[in-house]
């Protein structure tokens, strides 16, 4: 055990179990996965990406590039670091080799969002950050301070004197006046990971991770706080930089400062026999600290002389220091067993390695809203270069390193006065060292992607000058620590190999977000049924009951067919079409896009929209319409009914329905801002229900029997206003089908019970609900195109064959210009026409490709010649066949000739006809 | 996330608003006097430059109001906003409006 008395902040009167690779481990609340793991001489079986080296526990939190477990205990997760991972009863973890596993069963966990507004949010709670909040909390404002660790205090480890106080007395007392604030929200466990624009920043919190009285069933798991405030202040500390050098990857060697936070945090001693090799003067507390603690330790500065008060303080203690030395390389068969020091690599007994080559700003929240870093060669390191609005950077973030300096920087201006205080500690400059002499093939740069200093020589010799490529040739800083710790350390071998100083290099751009976030955080509650809404009809429930299969069109669901038993989908079809074409059937229309456009210029709106005139149209009376953009292509179809001189209602296909009304508001509101008109979206105020078929002229009137249903007085495209029990209920005799059709319109909330009456009157005649896939088979038949199946943007109404719906008299609409275009005029466009496979067995694909037939039935040699492709197909109960629709170049003008379909290696001889095969007349649908 | 200054609601998050492309390209007073290059590029050509740039959004999930702004497309900074000009070019071919 190395677990060291009177020391650490964990509850040593309660204990915890946690298992890794099949070992049990006790340790204490308090205690992080990884230093329980020390506490026992212990290490997750770890290897190396590619090399499959032992790796061990390189670094006390985030940044630790190597310490990665699965968890497989209460929740599998994978690639998790041993350090941030809070010790609990019953955790199960293992080593990982390079690759974690995604779990295979649901997470029943709940995640979810808060969002935050605030004057000033602080990241981080360290010296510098909680001073900040204190400060500001004191001015009055409204303050939102995060922290990534369980506790607040930063690097403090106790042992500094604040105000002639133990640190953390200090830490404490200035968390409670937080607490006590009402303008103060404070969150630990809660890592600021992203830094967007006008001060917005994702926070994750992390909620049950460290309790284990099944906070599980009473709180999410993870929370997202989506925080936007006046003022960043960005106080996230630094990260201290190794010294890379020959088989540095070796369990046993950790950073200096992260053997102090191991002992003061967990009161774990990382290693007895200690080699301390630094360029920086922080090294030197964790040396006497572990010493105090009781290792043997000695330390090699590689600095030409080693600085005179830590000096002083290890003769105190007979902590040799030896100066102007460096290691150059480790020995021992998995752990460290000795360092080699010296040029002439002398072999100096150890089992615990520490480096410090300076410290790294963590300035990535600066950073990611476009904070310029510079290089600043006192530090070694990359810190912000100018201010931004909005951000302060300030601490160990900022470059500011003496605790004094901190603190008294940390209050600003307006609160210097009541800034704690801390005694100035001498401070000799670092040295830069980003590597000793040694075998660059084994001296490691990111220990995570086994790369090497040798990897980054092969990107420099392939010609690579960039960080940025250099890191994506080499993978250095791609793992989950970001190269927290390789990154600078690459930029500044990169810069030695290419002989340029390294401000001129520069470093890899910081991106969100700064430590890993599970997708399942960022879904939140947007997951199952509600990752995206569900729109349903108001007849749905009885969909569902009568056994139908939904079709998603956007976020309806939609009845798609009604398959009785034994019946698959083909059959269910069939039953239906002949039931409409025979008899009567019903449909949902429910989801069909309806705009109410009212106003005086109402008429000129439309007329301006559709292609076809609708200022003509009376009272009454019905007409399809067609909208297309202004490059003539068809962008949506559909009825318009005139219900009063300055009132039109207009159907729009059910996916579009917002689309038209966005795009009508745009001509409006845009360019046309005089015409007098009001545009609103009744899509789910009304219902509509729609029965075709030769009975449904029966099913209808005697529904509804104040309504004359007779062809003489209902003709085909026009609507009536009728009643039923009181309610308002408007029909339209519109076909869709073909075929004699009514649509029923009625308020949402009776939609249900006229469905049920409709049924009830239908009954005598067999009336048979249909849904959308049949509708499509009862539409192609009609050679009717469907907006975004038959077309694509690239159609216009001319190659649907819909000249007829194109208006000769106005001398201007949307899209009109285009028409007389060059292009569209060109007789080889793609028109749709129909296809019938000679066979009269084949089902064509949609999508299968329409080429030259050939008479072996092969296809010919490429280049294939294209003519077209087939849009729609379908098994026909009229015509007792398949046929399809398509779009073939210059397809009018190939009616009645064969083309071939390639199906399944097979070259399907094709008729091309007339888009219209059932009832050409229009008889059916006009009777 | 950038907050957008809407003129009618004030600032919002950037997710409620929706692009409409450069602004005060006015719809041709007469598109059939026009030759079919010039048609193309009112219809298919927008400027594209690297500063400021006056551009038309709706606040879609909003009021649902259109509005006119400048916008530093190198720093993606509104430097401007305000109602859409109400003397752009009409369609004079169009039908129109009832008196």
Same mark, same amino acid.
């Given at each position: 055990?190395?677990r060291?008395?009177g020391?650490?902040?964990?509850?040593?009167?309660?204990h915890?179990?946690?298992?890794?690779?099949?070992?049990a481990?006790?340790?204490?609340?308090?205690?992080?996965?990884?230093?329980?793991?020390?506490?026992?001489d212990?290490?997750?079986?770890?290897?190396g990406?590619?090399?499959?080296?032992?790796?061990?526990?390189?670094?006390s939190?985030?940044?630790?590039?190597?310490?990665?477990?699965?968890?497989?205990?209460?929740?599998?997760?994978?690639m998790?670091?041993?350090?941030?991972?809070?010790?609990?009863?019953?955790?199960?973890?293992?080593?990982?080799?390079?690759?974690?596993?995604l779990?295979?069963?649901?997470?029943?966990?709940?995640?979810?969002?808060?969002?935050?507004h605030?004057?000033?949010?602080?990241i981080?709670?360290?010296?510098?950050?909680?001073?900040?909040?204190?400060?500001?909390?004191?001015?009055?404002?409204?303050?939102?301070?995060?922290?990534?660790?369980?506790?607040?205090?930063?690097?403090?480890t106790?042992?500094?004197?604040?105000?002639?106080?133990?640190?953390?007395?200090?830490v404490d007392?200035?968390?409670?006046?937080?607490?006590?604030?009402?303008n103060?929200?404070h969150?630990?466990?809660?890592?600021?990971?992203?830094?967007?624009?006008?001060?917005?920043v994702?926070a994750?919190?992390?909620?049950?991770?460290?309790t284990?009285?099944g906070?599980?069933?009473?709180?999410?798991?993870?929370?997202?706080?989506?925080?936007?405030a006046?003022?960043?202040?960005?106080?996230?500390?630094?990260?201290?930089?190794?010294?890379?050098l020959?088989?540095?990857?070796?369990?046993?060697?950790?950073?200096a400062?992260?053997a102090r936070?191991?002992?003061?945090?967990y009161?774990?001693?990382?290693?007895?026999?200690?080699?301390?090799?630094?360029?920086d003067?922080?090294?030197?507390?964790?040396?006497?600290?572990l010493?105090?603690?009781?290792?043997?330790v000695?330390?090699?500065?590689?600095?030409?002389?080693?600085?005179?008060?830590?000096?002083?303080?290890?003769a105190?203690? %007979?902590? !040799?220091?030896? &100066?102007?030395?460096?290691? #150059?390389?480790?020995?021992? /068969?998995?752990?460290? @067993? *000795?360092? +080699?020091v010296?040029?002439?690599?002398?072999?100096?007994?150890?089992d615990?390695?520490?480096?410090s080559?300076?410290?790294n700003?963590?300035?990535?929240?600066?950073?990611?809203?476009?904070?310029?870093?510079?290089?600043?060669?006192?530090?070694g390191?990359?810190?912000?270069?100018a201010?931004?609005?909005?951000?302060?950077?300030?601490?160990?973030?900022?470059?500011?390193?003496?605790?004094?300096?901190?603190?008294?920087?940390? %209050?600003? !201006?307006?609160? &210097?006065?009541?800034?704690? #205080?801390?005694?100035?500690? /001498?401070r000799?400059? @670092? *040295?830069? +060292?980003?590597?000793?002499e040694?075998?660059?093939?084994?001296?490691f740069?990111?220990?995570?992607?086994?790369?090497?200093?040798?990897?980054?020589?092969?990107?420099?010799?392939?010609?690579?000058?960039s960080?940025?490529?250099?890191?994506?040739?080499?993978?250095?800083?791609?793992?989950?620590?970001?190269g927290?710790t390789s990154?600078?350390?690459?930029?500044?071998?990169?810069?030695?190999?290419?002989?340029?100083?390294?401000?001129?290099?520069?470093?890899?751009?910081?991106?969100?977000?700064?430590t890993?976030v599970?997708?399942?955080?960022l879904?939140g509650?947007?997951?199952?049924?509600?990752?995206d809404?569900v729109?349903?009809?108001?007849?749905?429930?009885?969909?569902?009951?009568a056994?139908?299969?939904?079709?998603?069109?956007?976020?309806w669901?939609?009845?798609?067919?009604?398959?009785h038993?034994?019946?698959?989908?083909?059959?269910?079809v069939?039953?239906?079409?002949?039931?409409?074409?025979?008899?009567?059937?019903?449909?949902?229309?429910?989801?069909?896009?309806?705009?109410?456009?009212?106003?005086?210029?109402?008429?000129?709106?439309?007329?301006?929209?559709?292609?076809?005139?609708?200022?003509?149209?009376?009272?009454?009376?019905?007409?399809?319409?067609?909208?297309?953009g202004?490059?003539?292509?068809v962008?949506?179809?559909?009825?318009?009914?005139?219900?009063?001189?300055?009132?039109?209602?207009v159907?729009?296909?059910?996916?579009?329905?917002a689309?038209?009304l966005?795009?009508?508001?745009?001509?409006?509101?845009?360019?046309?801002?005089?015409?007098?008109?009001?545009?609103?979206?009744?899509?789910?105020?009304?219902s509509?229900?729609?029965?075709?078929?030769?009975?449904?002229?029966?099913?209808?009137?005697?529904?509804?029997?104040?309504?004359?249903?007779?062809?003489?007085?209902?003709?085909?495209?026009?609507?009536?206003?009728?009643a039923?029990d009181?309610?308002?209920?408007?029909?339209?005799?519109?076909s869709?089908?073909?075929?004699?059709?009514?649509?029923?319109?009625?308020?949402?909330?009776?939609?249900?019970?006229v469905?049920?009456?409709l049924?009830?009157?239908?009954?005598?005649?067999?009336?048979t609900?249909?849904?959308?896939?049949t509708?499509h088979?009862?539409?192609?038949?009609?050679?009717?195109?469907?907006?975004?199946?038959?077309?694509?943007?690239?159609?216009s109404?001319?190659?649907?064959?819909?000249?007829?719906?194109?208006?000769k008299k106005?001398?201007?609409?949307?899209?009109?210009?285009?028409?007389?275009?060059a292009?569209?005029?060109?007789?080889?466009?793609?028109?749709?026409?129909?296809?019938?496979?000679?066979d009269?067995?084949?089902?064509?694909?949609e999508?299968?490709q329409?080429?030259?037939?050939?008479d072996?039935?092969?296809?010919?040699?490429?280049?294939?010649?294209?003519?077209?492709?087939?849009?729609?197909?379908?098994?026909?109960?009229?015509l007792?066949?398949?046929?399809a629709?398509?779009?073939?170049?210059?397809?009018?003008?190939?009616i009645?000739?064969?083309?071939?379909?390639?199906?399944?290696?097979?070259?399907?001889?094709?008729?091309?006809?007339?888009?219209?095969?059932v009832?050409?007349?229009?008889?059916?649908?006009?009777? | 996330?950038?907050?957008?200054a809407c003129?009618?609601c004030?600032?919002?998050?950037?997710?409620?608003f929706?692009?409409?492309g450069?602004?005060?390209?006015?719809?041709?007073?007469?598109?059939?006097?026009l030759?079919?290059?010039?048609w193309?590029?009112?219809?298919?050509?927008?400027?594209?430059?690297?500063?400021?740039?006056?551009?038309?959004?709706?606040?879609?999930?909003?009021?649902?109001?259109?509005?006119?702004?400048?916008?530093?497309?190198?720093t993606y900074?509104?430097?401007?906003?305000?109602?859409?000009?109400?003397?752009?070019a009409?369609?004079?071919v169009?039908?129109?409006?009832?008196?």
């Amino acid at each position: 055990m190395s677990r060291i008395e009177g020391y650490g902040r964990i509850d040593r009167s309660r204990h915890v179990t946690v298992t890794v690779d099949g070992a049990a481990y006790t340790g204490h609340p308090g205690d992080s996965l990884a230093s329980v793991l020390l506490a026992h001489d212990a290490r997750p079986a770890n290897t190396g990406v590619k090399l499959g080296r032992p790796r061990g526990i390189g670094a006390s939190w985030t940044e630790d590039p190597t310490g990665l477990v699965q968890v497989e205990e209460p929740f599998p997760e994978p690639m998790l670091l041993a350090t941030t991972l809070e010790a609990t009863d019953g955790l199960v973890a293992r080593g990982v080799n390079g690759q974690g596993r995604l779990s295979e069963i649901p997470d029943l966990a709940r995640y979810d969002r808060l969002h935050t507004h605030g004057d000033v949010l602080v990241i981080g709670a360290g010296p510098a950050g909680l001073v900040a909040a204190r400060t500001a909390a004191r001015r009055g404002e409204d303050v939102v301070l995060v922290d990534d660790r369980p506790t607040a205090g930063g690097t403090l480890t106790g042992t500094e004197t604040i105000d002639g106080r133990p640190s953390l007395e200090v830490v404490d007392e200035i968390v409670a006046e937080l607490r006590a604030s009402p303008n103060v929200t404070h969150l630990q466990r809660t890592t600021a990971f992203g830094h967007y624009d006008d001060g917005f920043v994702l926070a994750l919190e992390r909620r049950t991770s460290h309790t284990d009285d099944g906070g599980l069933a009473r709180r999410s798991r993870q929370r997202v706080h989506r925080i936007r405030a006046g003022r960043i202040v960005v106080a996230a500390g630094a990260v201290e930089r190794p010294i890379v050098l020959e088989d540095n990857d070796r369990p046993g060697i950790m950073l200096a400062a992260s053997a102090r936070d191991f002992l003061h945090r967990y009161g774990v001693l990382a290693g007895r026999e200690v080699v301390v090799f630094t360029s920086d003067d922080a090294a030197y507390a964790a040396a006497v600290d572990l010493h105090d603690a009781g290792a043997t330790v000695q330390v090699l500065d590689a600095r030409p002389t080693a600085p005179a008060v830590w000096s002083r303080r290890c003769a105190d203690r %007979g902590i !040799a220091v030896t &100066a102007n030395t460096h290691v #150059h390389g480790t020995r021992g /068969p998995d752990r460290i @067993t *000795a360092a +080699l020091v010296g040029p002439e690599r002398r072999e100096v007994p150890c089992d615990l390695l520490l480096t410090s080559g300076g410290w790294n700003p963590t300035a990535h929240l600066f950073s990611h809203v476009g904070g310029r870093l510079a290089y600043d060669p006192s530090l070694g390191a990359f810190r912000p270069a100018a201010p931004r609005p909005g951000v302060e950077v300030i601490g160990a973030a900022d470059g500011t390193f003496g605790l004094a300096d901190i603190l008294r920087r940390a %209050g600003g !201006a307006g609160g &210097a006065d009541d800034a704690p #205080h801390a005694d100035d500690e /001498p401070r000799d400059p @670092t *040295a830069v +060292l980003w590597r000793t002499e040694g075998d660059p093939a084994r001296q490691f740069v990111d220990i995570q992607r086994d790369a090497t200093v040798a990897d980054i020589a092969r990107a420099v010799g392939a010609g690579m000058t960039s960080v940025e490529h250099v890191k994506r040739y080499t993978t250095i800083g791609t793992a989950h620590d970001q190269g927290k710790t390789s990154g600078v350390i690459a930029s500044g071998i990169t810069a030695e190999l290419l002989g340029l100083p390294v401000e001129d290099l520069g470093t890899t751009t910081f991106r969100p977000p700064y430590t890993p976030v599970a997708f399942a955080a960022l879904a939140g509650r947007e997951r199952g049924d509600l990752f995206d809404p569900v729109r349903t009809t108001p007849i749905h429930d009885w969909h569902v009951a009568a056994g139908a299969e939904f079709e998603d069109v956007g976020q309806w669901k939609r009845a798609g067919h009604y398959p009785h038993p034994g019946e698959n989908m083909t059959d269910a079809v069939l039953r239906e079409c002949a039931a409409v074409r025979t008899s009567v059937g019903i449909m949902d229309a429910s989801t069909l896009g309806k705009i109410d456009v009212r106003g005086p210029d109402a008429a000129v709106l439309l007329d301006r929209l559709y292609t076809n005139m609708m200022s003509s149209l009376k009272v009454g009376r019905v007409r399809y319409g067609v909208m297309c953009g202004n490059d003539g292509m068809v962008f949506d179809d559909g009825t318009v009914l005139r219900l009063a001189d300055d009132r039109f209602l207009v159907t729009t296909t059910t996916g579009n329905a917002a689309a038209v009304l966005d795009w009508m508001e745009e001509w409006l509101q845009t360019e046309w801002p005089e015409l007098r008109v009001r545009l609103t979206s009744v899509t789910e105020q009304w219902s509509i229900v729609a029965v075709a078929g030769p009975r449904s002229r029966d099913v209808v009137g005697a529904v509804f029997a104040d309504l004359d249903v007779s062809n003489g007085t209902f003709g085909f495209m026009t609507w009536q206003d009728t009643a039923l029990d009181g309610v308002p209920v408007r029909v339209a005799r519109i076909s869709f089908s073909g075929e004699l059709a009514f649509e029923v319109s009625v308020s949402a909330w009776y939609a249900a019970a006229v469905w049920a009456r409709l049924l009830e009157a239908g009954r005598a005649h067999g009336i048979t609900p249909y849904g959308t896939e049949t509708m499509h088979v009862l539409r192609a038949e009609k050679g009717y195109p469907i907006i975004g199946q038959d077309t694509d943007g690239t159609v216009s109404p001319h190659d649907l064959g819909m000249a007829w719906a194109v208006s000769k008299k106005k001398p201007d609409f949307v899209g009109r210009r285009s028409f007389s275009r060059a292009q569209n005029q060109d007789p080889r466009r793609k028109q749709l026409v129909s296809l019938l496979p000679t066979d009269a067995a084949t089902k064509l694909p949609e999508g299968s490709q329409i080429v030259r037939f050939a008479d072996d039935g092969r296809l010919p040699a490429p280049p294939v010649p294209m003519l077209g492709h087939v849009t729609s197909s379908y098994h026909s109960a009229a015509l007792d066949r398949p046929f399809a629709l398509a779009l073939v170049k210059g397809g009018r003008e190939r009616i009645g000739e064969v083309v071939g379909v390639p199906v399944a290696g097979e070259l399907v001889a094709a008729l091309i006809g007339e888009t219209v095969l059932v009832d050409p007349e229009g008889a059916r649908r006009d009777g | 996330m950038q907050l957008i200054a809407c003129p009618w609601c004030g600032q919002r998050e950037e997710i409620e608003f929706s692009y409409g492309g450069q602004a005060a390209v006015a719809y041709p007073a007469d598109p059939a006097s026009l030759s079919d290059e010039q048609w193309a590029r009112f219809v298919f050509f927008r400027d594209n430059p690297k500063g400021p740039f006056a551009e038309r959004w709706v606040h879609s999930a909003g009021c649902r109001r259109w509005f006119g702004a400048v916008r530093d497309t190198r720093t993606y900074e509104f430097l401007s906003v305000g109602p859409l000009s109400a003397t752009t070019a009409r369609p004079s071919v169009l039908p129109e409006a009832t008196p």
